[in-house]
C-alpha cells in the first residue's frame, strides 16, 4: 500500500535542504522531524520554505529509499538532516553526529559534567606511557602469547594488500550506487 512520502524541503532564505519521509494520515499537520531546521507545522510553514514530494510508496520501500538517499546527502552542508544511526554504520553515524556539533560551544555546566563523567577513567592512550599501558592491560590479555605480532613487516604487507582491496571494492560500490540513483 503507497501510504508513505519521500520529501524534500527547500529552504531558500538559508539555502539548505531537508529530506524525510511520513506516513500519511489525513488532516495532518506534519511538516517534519529534523532538529535542526525552524520548527514549523505545515500549515504555519514560512514563506520561504517550499515543499516537494517526490514519491509514494510502502513504509519499507521508501525508508529504504530514504537510508539510500541520506547515505550520499546527508552529510553535505547544504542539508539539515543528520544521519541517523539505524540508517549508517555506526563510524559513519558517529562522525555525523560530531559534524553536526561542529562550532557549537558547550557550556561552562556542560564541560563540567563531561569532567565528572571521565573522572577516574584511565586514558586509553595515557599519553604514550608504555608502561602504563602495560600495566592496564585486562588480566585476560597478560601473558597472551596468541596475539599477532603487528610489528613484522609480513603483517604489515598483509594488512596493506587487504586495506587496498577493502578501498578499491568501496569504491566500486560507490560507483554503482552513483549510477542508481539518476534523479538527483
Not at 539555502?15 to 506534519?30: C, E, R
Request: aromatic share 10%.
Amino acid at each position: 500500500m503507497k501510504d508513505t512520502f519521500l520529501y524534500i524541503w527547500r529552504d531558500s532564505k538559508n539555502k539548505k535542504y531537508y529530506l524525510g519521509m511520513h506516513k500519511h494520515i489525513d488532516g495532518d499537520d506534519y511538516a517534519h522531524s529534523s532538529s535542526k531546521m525552524e520548527s514549523f507545522k505545515l500549515s504555519t510553514k514560512p514563506e520561504y520554505m517550499k515543499r516537494k514530494i517526490l514519491f509514494w510508496d510502502s513504509y519499507e520501500k521508501i525508508r529504504k529509499l530514504e537510508g539510500n538517499i541520506l547515505e550520499k546527502k546527508a552529510l553535505l552542508e547544504i542539508y539539515y538532516n543528520v544521519p541517523h544511526p539505524k540508517t549508517l554504520d555506526p563510524v559513519r553515524a558517529g562522525k555525523a553526529g560530531g559534524l553536526s556539533n561542529r562550532d557549537i560551544l558547550k557550556s561552562v555546566e556542560h564541560k563540567r559534567k563531561i569532567s565528572e563523567s571521565n573522572t577516574g577513567q584511565s586514558s586509553h592512550w595515557l599519553k604514550g606511557d608504555s608502561e602504563k599501558k602495560r600495566e592496564n592491560l585486562s588480566k585476560t590479555m597478560t601473558g597472551n602469547t596468541n596475539s599477532k605480532n603487528h610489528n613484522t613487516e609480513e603483517y604489515s604487507n598483509k594488512q596493506s594488500e587487504a586495506m587496498k582491496k577493502a578501498w578499491e571494492r568501496k569504491r566500486n560500490k560507490k560507483k554503482e550506487s552513483v549510477s542508481e540513483n539518476k534523479f538527483w
